[in-house]
């Protein structure tokens, strides 16, 4: 198997934390200043800043007060001092409907700030993951990731099985951004994307594909039908894009098809 280099993370931007938690939620932390209580209470909402822009991708200041319920004013000094730290920037001008003049600017996360979201365990998890492709082979890795997923699929089933099928790829992204993959959907020709602005294993997932073809079987379970990984954060693409067309050609239900067994169609690089 063809192993990929892991990213250098290098120095985290001030006033960032990595943490189990962090990781989990997808969401940043910034560490309080000890001098400033003003920063200690901004923090929170700049945390929200971060994961607005991560799950929409782009956005002005109106865009995030308007989402956010606070002034445009107040969001721009956070943008500031965001962007001052490394963790936004601005992005293309795009149309804007508000007001005359000059299109308001849209802002994005770096990639400094995607990396910021990692926790402190990246290193560990590929060590042991090699160990465990080095000792018991790659197949060994990809039941590891199975797994990892069918333990996912306890809790998130219930939540799919409650609401009509047509609804299913919006349940799914709601449960995923829960555990901080900042996910949505958007429509496509024949059908859903479900997309992943966030992947807190994506270093991990660089060097070890399994993760991303478990993940993408998880998905046809969930929604009942074969599904087409478009993209991935861990292939170097911006996000992790899941197509799921409307009519299936072969629906997948969870009683009938075994975890270990493959349901989904992968797009080769």
Known sequence: MTRLTRRGAGPRPAGIVASAYFRHTGVVQFEPSTTSTAVASDAPT????????????TAT???????????PAGIRRHLDHLAADGLVEAAPNRASTRGRG?????????????DALEQGYDDLAVSALRFVADTAGDAAVL???????????????????AVPHVNRPQALARALTADGYAA????????????????????????????????????????????????????????????????????TSRASTPRTTPTAERTTA
């Open 143 to 161: 039941d590891f990731a199975r797994r990892r997923w069918a333990e996912a699929e306890a809790r998130i089933a219930p939540q799919l099985d």
């Open 61 to 71: 200041a109106g865009d995030l007060a308007d989402v956010l319920g606070l002034t």
């Open 102 to 114: 000059r299109p308001a600017r849209s802002f994005r996360v770096t990639d400094a700030g995607r």
């Open 46 to 57: 700049r945390q929200r800043v971060v994961r607005t822009l991560l799950e929409r991708r």
């Open 184 to 251: 949505s959907v958007r429509s496509a020709p024949h059908g859903h994307e479900v997309c992943q602005h966030h992947c807190p294993v994506a270093h991990v997932a660089a060097e070890f594909p399994q993760l991303c073809e478990a993940e993408t079987e998880f998905f046809a379970r969930m929604l009942g039908r074969h599904v087409q990984r478009l993209a991935t954060i861990a292939h170097g693409d911006g996000v992790c894009t899941t197509n799921v067309p409307t009519s299936a050609t072969s629906t």
